[in-house]
Each structure stands twice: as structure tokens, then as C-alpha cells.
């Protein structure tokens, strides 16, 4: 006889929730949702709250992110979904398992004019794998366990659910939720065959691998693929790291001669997107390794493009037992232009001039973050220059937001990442601009012990719109912000700490301080305005 559960709504979707390995929630407090508050806090489920809705599913999405398990955002009606909506947007774009469950108005007055009466659904479809309203109490932990099992389902993605208030609030008995099935995407043999003959059997092949390589859990097989058919590796996204920055194998500087002279290049999953050029790589077939067959490039004739479980695609390209190439000539060369690139950035790195040079901060951060740190991005210009200067030592460790770029994820993702990692290093870099969108939210961290280390670029402008709009008009508009503000005060008012940096050589000490504070702790950096990254690199 199958196990009964007993209780109301909230109840109901708690042990569906946990069932499918999801163990704290995120949220902003709103009345429509307390039965999920009653039912977390009588099991000892954790609750986190923030000032903003936003920060709760991009910290929902840290989790599912970094632990590649389901993330949990509780968002109250009306203004609570739509504030979150562009995390669940940044969430399908990144292909991150995050359920969002949402308070609804009653479904009995519907049409009446309740407080915050509006249908939430048709806005998130567009950006959710599922999206549903729940029509009765009984419904919630099957309800529940379709929106994971869609939401884990390569190509994964963001679920929502709508709870109108009458059916969270009452109570039934219903069959408690099984075990989770998530279903497995079988490649095509004959289209991996292809893809690996193509691969080994060329003179300059190229692996890009992005975050899905990561988010399917093909770290391992992707590192046996590259090793058995010694091909050079590019990185992107979640991808960072898959490979430690010492491996023969990894290469970061030497992108351009690589995908200028490359005869095949097999790009692993991540999107053919602005990152990468729109997938045109002169005259090199392509090879578009993707999880699932919704992610084949449309705009791109590929070579070839094999759609399913990543681990069993790169394990079966580490087995070819055709003909292989002799490519360590062609790694040889990548790595003099590597070790080039390397020495430049390097002497960047090193800069003593003052204003301070945004490549200095990265130079003096590289000294003190750990292997395993997590660093977090959030930003437009000053970020760009963490993806260049900095390489993650291991996987798992890297957070930006993604091809959707938007601007806000840095307060939730640290604490998605403090809450991920109790003991680790959380470095969130973050532009001056980005400072607007969630920094209230140091707030949040302090409120309730997640120590965080904030690094802000002040550099006073829209770097990333203030100098091509003067390129392209002679001037600029609506791109200034207030040169050298205190963006340390903001914390310290907000129960952290901070200071504000204005010479190179104040830099290092800065961090250690900052890294042994114990709170979050803001290092405001004033930076050079006339040093702006270029847009084209945005985060590849």
C-alpha cells in the first residue's frame, strides 16, 4: 500500500520538493505562500529571505546551478512573479533547474478584482519548460514532480507553478510522491561516429565546451574525450575549469589563432551565440555536440550534431578506435601563442598606474583567491576582464549570467553559493552599473551570517555604453553614474563592511581584509574611466 501524507498545500509540496532533492528555500514574505512558510518551518526546511524577488531565484538558481539539482524559489502573487521573471528568463537561458512556485489570488473570486489578481502563467511560458496552475490541494505533489522532471529533463530548464490561495491553504490526503525517473537522451551511434572521425581524424580540431558540459555532470568523460583524441580545449560559461589551467590541454589565450586556423571545431554544450561568433569559424566544418535536440544550431550548416546525454556522446568519442591524426604540432603552436598571451596579461596584470587599472584588481585577486573559491560575476565592463584575466582551478567554480547578460544576479547568486559552500571563499565582482540592481541585498547576507567578499569596479560611467556611443555620436547620454561613490558605506550601513581603494598598492591588503572579515565585506575600487573592455568579448 503506497505511503499517505497528510496536510495542507504546503505540506503536500514539501515532501514532493524534498522527494526530488531540493533542501532550502528562497524567498520574499507575501501572504498568498504562507502555508509553504508553515510546512518549511515546523520540518527544519531552510528559509532564506531577500529585499527583492529577483535575488530569490537567481539565488534558487546558484543552487541549481553549482549543485546541478533543483533550486527552489517561493514568490508571492502578482508584483512577487513578475519581479522575478527575468531570473526565470536568465535560468532558461542557462538551462538551470529552478522551480519557482508562486501565490495565486483565489481561483472561487477570480475576475472579481482581488489584491494581486493577475495570471501569471502566459507571462512565464515563454521561459519555463513547464508552467501550470494548480486546480486542487490533492494535485500539488504530482503537479510538483512534472514540473522537476521537466525542469531536470535535458535540455534543462526553469518550472513554474501558480497555487491559487484556496487550494494552498487547504488540506488532504493524498499518496506521498515517488522516487524521481528523469528520462535519459539516446544519441544517434551513427552521428557520434561521424563526429568523432571527423574529430580525430583531423589536422587542427578545437573543443569548445560551455556550461552544460558541467550541468550534465561530463566533466570526467569530457577530459577523457580530449585526452584519448589530444585536441586543445576552449572554455565558456560552467564549462571554466573543466580542465585545470596547468592540464597540456587547456587553453584560454591563444582562442583566436585556434579558431582562425582550425579545420574542425566542435563546439560541446553551449550555443552557437554572440560568444562565439555565431558559430562562423572561416573555413572549419563544425561539429555542434548539444544535449538534447532542441539545441541544434538553425543558423549554422554544422558538419555534424549529435543530441543527447553528453556523457555517453564524450565517452563514445574517448573509444573511437579509427584513424587518428598526429596533432602535437598543432598543440605545440597554440601553446607558444598561449604562453605569449599569458606573458602579456601577465605585465596587465602588474600595473602600478594610478587611476587603477581593472586588470590590476584581477592580478591582486589572483593571488588570494583559493583553488576552489567560487567568483561570480555581475557586471558588463569591468566583468569582461574577469573572464580573461581569471581561470577557474576547478570546475563548478565560475557563476556569470549568462547569454541572457542580465545585470542583477550577483547578491542572490552569493548566496545560492554561501549557502552551497559554507566554508569556501564567494567573490562577487561587480560593476559599478550592476551596484544598482541588487546591492540592498548585502542586507539580506548580513542579516543572516552569509559572509561574502563584494569587489566593485567604480569606474563611474556605463562602460559599456558610454564609450562606443561616443565612438558612434561624438557624445553620450544616460551613461554617467556619481565618480567615486561610496558603494562601501552602502554595506557598512547595511550591517557589513568596506572601504574604498584608490591606489594600486592599497589593492592586496584590501582583499586579505576583506576575505578575513567574517561579513560581507565591499572593496569599492575607483578605476580608470578611460579603460573600457571591448563589448565583443561579453563574457565568451
Same mark, same amino acid.
Given at each position: 500500500m503506497?505511503e499517505?501524507i497528510?496536510?495542507?498545500?504546503?505540506?503536500?509540496?514539501?515532501?514532493a520538493?524534498?522527494a526530488y532533492?531540493?533542501?532550502?528555500?528562497f524567498?520574499?514574505?507575501?501572504?498568498?505562500?504562507?502555508?509553504?512558510?508553515?510546512?518549511?518551518?515546523?520540518?527544519?526546511?531552510?528559509?532564506?529571505?531577500?529585499r527583492?524577488?529577483?535575488?530569490?531565484?537567481?539565488?534558487?538558481?546558484?543552487?541549481?546551478?553549482?549543485?546541478?539539482?533543483?533550486?527552489l524559489?517561493v514568490?508571492t502573487?502578482?508584483p512577487?512573479?513578475?519581479?522575478?521573471i527575468?531570473?526565470?528568463?536568465?535560468?532558461? /537561458?542557462?538551462a538551470?533547474?529552478?522551480?519557482?512556485?508562486?501565490?495565486?489570488?483565489?481561483?472561487?473570486r477570480?475576475?472579481?478584482?482581488?489584491?494581486?489578481e493577475?495570471?501569471?502563467?502566459?507571462?512565464?511560458?515563454?521561459?519555463t519548460k513547464?508552467a501550470?496552475?494548480?486546480?486542487?490541494t490533492?494535485?500539488i505533489?504530482?503537479?510538483?514532480?512534472?514540473?522537476?522532471?521537466?525542469?531536470?529533463?535535458?535540455h534543462?530548464?526553469?518550472?513554474?507553478?501558480?497555487?491559487?490561495l484556496?487550494?494552498?491553504?487547504?488540506?488532504?490526503?493524498?499518496?506521498a510522491?515517488?522516487?524521481?525517473e528523469?528520462?535519459?537522451?539516446?544519441?544517434?551511434p551513427?552521428?557520434?561516429?561521424?563526429a568523432?572521425?571527423?574529430?580525430?581524424?583531423?589536422?587542427?580540431?578545437?573543443?569548445?565546451?560551455?556550461?552544460?558540459?558541467?550541468?550534465?555532470?561530463?566533466?570526467?568523460?569530457?577530459r577523457?574525450?580530449?585526452?584519448?583524441?589530444?585536441?586543445?580545449?576552449?572554455?565558456n560559461?560552467?564549462?571554466?575549469g573543466?580542465?585545470?589551467? *596547468?592540464?597540456?590541454?587547456? /587553453?584560454?589565450?591563444?582562442?583566436?589563432?585556434?579558431?582562425?586556423?582550425?579545420?574542425?571545431?566542435?563546439?560541446?554544450?553551449t550555443?552557437l551565440?554572440?560568444?562565439?561568433?555565431?558559430?562562423?569559424?572561416?573555413?572549419?566544418?563544425v561539429?555542434?555536440?548539444?544535449?538534447?535536440p532542441?539545441?541544434?544550431a *538553425?543558423?549554422?550548416?554544422?558538419?555534424?550534431?549529435?543530441?543527447g546525454?553528453?556523457?555517453?556522446?564524450l565517452?563514445?568519442?574517448?573509444g573511437h578506435?579509427?584513424?587518428?591524426?598526429d596533432?602535437?604540432?598543432?598543440?605545440?603552436?597554440?601553446?607558444?601563442a598561449e604562453?605569449?598571451?599569458?606573458?602579456?596579461?601577465a605585465?596587465?596584470?602588474a600595473?602600478?598606474?594610478?587611476?587603477?587599472k581593472?586588470?590590476?584588481?584581477?592580478?591582486?585577486?589572483?593571488?588570494?583567491?583559493?583553488?576552489?573559491?567560487?567568483t561570480?560575476?555581475?557586471?558588463?565592463?569591468?566583468v569582461?576582464?574577469?573572464?580573461?584575466f581569471?581561470?577557474?582551478a576547478?570546475? *563548478?567554480?565560475?557563476?556569470?549570467p549568462?547569454?541572457?547578460?542580465?545585470?542583477?544576479?550577483?547578491?542572490?547568486?552569493?548566496?545560492?553559493?554561501?549557502?552551497?559552500?559554507p566554508?569556501?571563499?564567494?567573490?562577487?565582482?561587480?560593476?559599478?552599473?550592476?551596484?544598482?540592481?541588487?546591492l540592498?541585498?548585502?542586507?539580506?547576507l548580513?542579516?543572516?551570517?552569509?559572509p561574502?567578499?563584494?569587489?566593485?569596479?567604480?569606474?563611474?560611467?556605463?562602460?559599456?555604453e558610454?564609450?562606443?556611443?561616443q565612438a558612434?555620436y561624438?557624445?553620450?547620454?544616460?551613461a554617467?553614474?556619481?565618480?567615486?561613490?561610496?558603494?562601501?558605506?552602502?554595506?557598512?550601513?547595511l550591517?557589513?563592511?568596506?572601504?574604498?581603494?584608490?591606489k594600486?598598492?592599497?589593492?592586496?591588503?584590501?582583499?586579505?581584509?576583506?576575505f578575513?572579515?567574517?561579513?560581507p565585506?565591499?572593496?569599492?575600487?575607483?578605476?580608470?574611466?578611460?579603460?573600457?573592455?571591448?563589448?565583443s568579448?561579453?563574457?565568451?
Amino acid at each position: 500500500m503506497a505511503e499517505m501524507i497528510e496536510g495542507h498545500g504546503g505540506d503536500l509540496a514539501l515532501a514532493a520538493l524534498r522527494a526530488y532533492g531540493v533542501t532550502e528555500m528562497f524567498t520574499l514574505s507575501g501572504g498568498h505562500v504562507f502555508p509553504l512558510y508553515d510546512a518549511a518551518h515546523k520540518a527544519g526546511f531552510p528559509i532564506y529571505d531577500v529585499r527583492h524577488e529577483q535575488s530569490a531565484v537567481f539565488a534558487a538558481e546558484a543552487v541549481a546551478k553549482l549543485q546541478r539539482r533543483p533550486g527552489l524559489a517561493v514568490l508571492t502573487a502578482g508584483p512577487g512573479v513578475t519581479n522575478g521573471i527575468s531570473g526565470l528568463t536568465s535560468a532558461f /537561458f542557462n538551462a538551470s533547474p529552478v522551480l519557482v512556485l508562486g501565490g495565486r489570488a483565489p481561483a472561487f473570486r477570480w475576475g472579481s478584482g482581488s489584491l494581486q489578481e493577475i495570471d501569471h502563467v502566459p507571462l512565464v511560458t515563454p521561459v519555463t519548460k513547464y508552467a501550470a496552475t494548480v486546480t486542487g490541494t490533492e494535485e500539488i505533489p504530482g503537479e510538483v514532480a512534472k514540473a522537476l522532471t521537466a525542469a531536470l529533463t535535458a535540455h534543462r530548464g526553469p518550472a513554474f507553478l501558480d497555487l491559487p490561495l484556496e487550494v494552498l491553504f487547504s488540506s488532504e490526503d493524498v499518496a506521498a510522491p515517488g522516487a524521481p525517473e528523469i528520462p535519459v537522451v539516446q544519441p544517434d551511434p551513427e552521428q557520434v561516429t561521424q563526429a568523432a572521425t571527423l574529430l580525430a581524424g583531423a589536422e587542427r580540431p578545437v573543443i569548445i565546451a560551455g556550461s552544460d558540459v558541467w550541468g550534465g555532470d561530463a566533466i570526467a568523460e569530457l577530459r577523457a574525450a580530449a585526452e584519448a583524441l589530444q585536441i586543445p580545449v576552449f572554455t565558456n560559461g560552467m564549462g571554466r575549469g573543466a580542465l585545470p589551467p *596547468g592540464h597540456p590541454l587547456a /587553453f584560454a589565450k591563444a582562442r583566436r589563432p585556434a579558431l582562425n586556423e582550425a579545420d574542425v571545431v566542435a563546439v560541446i554544450g553551449t550555443p552557437l551565440d554572440f560568444r562565439l561568433g555565431f558559430g562562423e569559424f572561416g573555413a572549419a566544418q563544425v561539429v555542434h555536440i548539444v544535449d538534447a535536440p532542441s539545441q541544434r544550431a *538553425g543558423h549554422v550548416e554544422t558538419a555534424v550534431s549529435p543530441a543527447g546525454d553528453l556523457r555517453l556522446i564524450l565517452t563514445a568519442l574517448a573509444g573511437h578506435s579509427g584513424r587518428r591524426a598526429d596533432h602535437s604540432e598543432w598543440i605545440e603552436g597554440l601553446r607558444a601563442a598561449e604562453d605569449a598571451g599569458k606573458a602579456r596579461d601577465a605585465e596587465a596584470m602588474a600595473a602600478e598606474s594610478d587611476p587603477i587599472k581593472p586588470a590590476r584588481i584581477y592580478g591582486e585577486l589572483r593571488k588570494v583567491l583559493a583553488p576552489d573559491a567560487v567568483t561570480i560575476g555581475d557586471g558588463g565592463d569591468f566583468v569582461s576582464y574577469a573572464g580573461r584575466f581569471l581561470e577557474p582551478a576547478q570546475p *563548478g567554480t565560475w557563476l556569470d549570467p549568462g547569454p541572457y547578460g542580465c545585470l542583477g544576479t550577483g547578491m542572490g547568486y552569493a548566496m545560492g553559493a554561501r549557502v552551497t559552500y559554507p566554508d569556501r571563499q564567494i567573490c562577487v565582482l561587480m560593476g559599478d552599473g550592476a551596484a544598482g540592481f541588487s546591492l540592498m541585498d548585502a542586507e539580506s547576507l548580513a542579516r543572516q551570517g552569509l559572509p561574502v567578499v563584494i569587489v566593485v569596479g567604480n569606474n563611474g560611467i556605463w562602460g559599456l555604453e558610454k564609450h562606443p556611443m561616443q565612438a558612434m555620436y561624438g557624445y553620450d547620454v544616460a551613461a554617467d553614474l556619481q565618480p567615486g561613490l561610496h558603494y562601501d558605506r552602502v554595506v557598512q550601513a547595511l550591517g557589513g563592511a568596506g572601504e574604498t581603494v584608490e591606489k594600486s598598492s592599497e589593492l592586496g591588503p584590501a582583499l586579505e581584509r576583506a576575505f578575513d572579515a567574517g561579513v560581507p565585506y565591499l572593496v569599492n575600487v575607483l578605476t580608470d574611466p578611460a579603460d573600457a573592455y571591448p563589448r565583443s568579448s561579453n563574457l565568451a
